[in-house]
């Protein structure tokens, strides 16, 4: 048997065949994507079917050409005036080579640069029709998606596993156009208003002067910013949580931030409204990383987590989120229990306003191209469809201007929406014309309403409940305060906005202790790396507003005196589903088990492990003390390789004496990942000073061992070993 004959995939072959030694002579077409990638639909710039095959659209053909489909002989050498003269101005194909590359970057995006995406589609239920007419929530419904994950701050280059915000933005490719919904991983954001979004990626940046440090908020700009704008505490301490260091973006939690509304029709062409917040909830259930962990992961493998997600795809242990909604009231006032619906500050806790489940989305595919892709999808949270509509949260009005600005800049000008990644599956007839990139070729000469040259195209659609097959999207039209409430044209804010330490407190005390502890540590680091004593003294007064024993602890790591509340602050109801340690067990689905083993090793007991893992729907990594085969067993990783990082639990089947093999199981040991070793391979254990009978360390024959671990994995980690 070979690598390539294994029954058991271990994904990440970068190419659909594997490679020849020989260099490849014989002419014949481009290769396929592999099995678990794929591109954009083929719909053409207005939104029509097609039946084009992707591989139509991608380099055809056996032959190297130019760009204008001249064959080529050549494309390793200039053409020069003799063998050893200058280079000649004449050589097109060099010319067209390098001018092409001199201009394969595009601007990177200012937040959200490095991102990684996969293409899924969603199953609605049908719980959210009675709120709304988006058609894509009718029950049955089957819609296609792309999903693009992102870290906040750092550049393009920057690494995976930095303490962060993350992106979780998705493009629904509905039948009555494109609706994007771009949030994030945590459920609200720094600022109340889009005017300071500029002020909070200034100073969350590195420091303009050298450029450092990259992708982090361990840094004063960060921090004075954010204990300066108090508005800013409870996105800070989410971020100080383990939800910004995830385990993997399949584990991620995702929101809409802001408040929309829902909008449903009735006979008659009146219209009930709802305010609603989004979520999607991870079926493999919400992890983190621990702070060592994340550290280690940004040196040994940076790509980790764009790589855990295709591989997860690959190996079709396929990602899933349920996509539930918050209803509430679209009062007069847009308050629920006292909390501003419109403050991007602020969270209902679900013990108010429980979840309601209305569909399922499940990630099948990854991009054949990420410059195409997931480089070039464009999402804005004004791309709406009938049915959903914004509300007047004045950082989510600022966002709709600033994503179809930010677009025009990044991608070349206003025909973003006709690149392949974006194009609607739905007709479009905008009358928008000409402009960089455009590469539709429309006909009519009327592109205006009304017109009677184009025979009166495009007509305006018809509103639904007032006129048979209406589906216009509606505005809704809300009240504008006026004289009768007092209200002018004001930079003023409602009052309601300048509680900005209750829901800090909310999430605090939320918390398991352990979580707790997490987030002690991460501000005590955090605070650490400023320069500035009135920096660190002006948090910890913030801290003090928040929790007294937070405060304490972190005044204690930084050698400071804690200060006393300056503020009342009203005591809160924990409120429990905040909490990401709890007594619910999770699938196994795409987890990596590292099997530690030697020549010597049984190859049946071997056999037996891998199976079982694989059984599990995990992916078994067999770890040797070199590459290659072991037997009839494909190596993935040698003792030179392997990383304790990328394990979510370790079984040890032989005596290994390797220093690094020692140096992984106490790595291992110490961010409390489940540990098996064979009764063989008790010295291990002894060598890495792990005691046999610590919580989460299985030992025993091979079969009990493996199926010990196994049954740890559901709860992702052994958190009994954490001290608190």
Known sequence: MTAESDHINVPGAPAPEPAAFDEPTQPHAPLPPKADQSGPDTVTPTGAETTTPQ?????????????????????????????????????????????HFDHERIPERVVHARGAAAHGRFVANGEAERFTDAAFLKAGTVTDTFVRFSTVLGSRGSADTVRDTRGFA???????????????????????????????????????????PQAQSAHDTFWDFVSLHTEAQHHTIWNMSDRALPRSYRMMQGFGIHTFRLVKSTDGGGLTTSLVKFHWRPRLGTHGL???????????????????????????????WDFAIQVFPDTEDQLFHGIDLLDPTKIVPEELSPLIVVGTMTLEKNPSNYFAETEQVAFHPGHLVPGIDVTSDPLLQGRLFSYLDTQISRLGGPNFAQLPINRPHAEVNDMLRDGMHQTAVHSGVAPYHPNSLDGGCPFPAMVAGAQPGGDAFVDVPQPIGGEATGDVVTREQSASFDDHFSQARLFYRSLTPVEQLHVKQAYAFELGKVYEQAIKERQLQCLANIDEDLCAFVADELGLPAPAPTEEVPEVEPSPALRMITDDTWPADGRQIGIVVDDDTDAAALASAREAIHAAGATPLVIAPHGGMLGDVPVQRSFHTAASIELDAVIVLAPVADQRIVELLREAFR????????????????????DAAAPGVVTGEPSAVTAGVLDLL???????REQV
């Open 55 to 99: 591989s139509a659209v991608a380099q055809q053909g056996e032959r190297l050409t130019t760009a204008q489909g001249l064959p080529l002989r050549d494309t390793d050498h200039s053409l020069k005036a003799g063998r050893r003269g200058p280079v000649l101005l004449q050589d097109h194909h060099l010319r067209e080579k390098i001018t």
């Open 170 to 212: 998705t493009k629904f490719y509905t039948t009555e156009g494109v609706y994007d919904l771009v949030g994030n991983n945590i459920p609200v954001f720094f600022i109340q208003d889009a005017i300071k979004f500029p002020d909070i990626i200034h100073a969350g940046k590195p420091h303009p002067d050298r450029e450092i």
């Open 290 to 320: 621990t702070w060592e962990e994340a550290q280690l992961i940004s040196g040994k493998d940076p790509d980790f987590h764009r790589r855990d997600l295709a591989d997860a795809i690959e190996a079709g242990a396929l990602p899933e």
């Open 671 to 690: 961010h409390d990942k489940a540990i098996g070793a064979a009764s063989a391979a008790d010295s291990v254990l002894q060598a890495a000073a792990i």
């Open 714 to 720: 559901p709860a992702h980690r052994v958190w009994q």
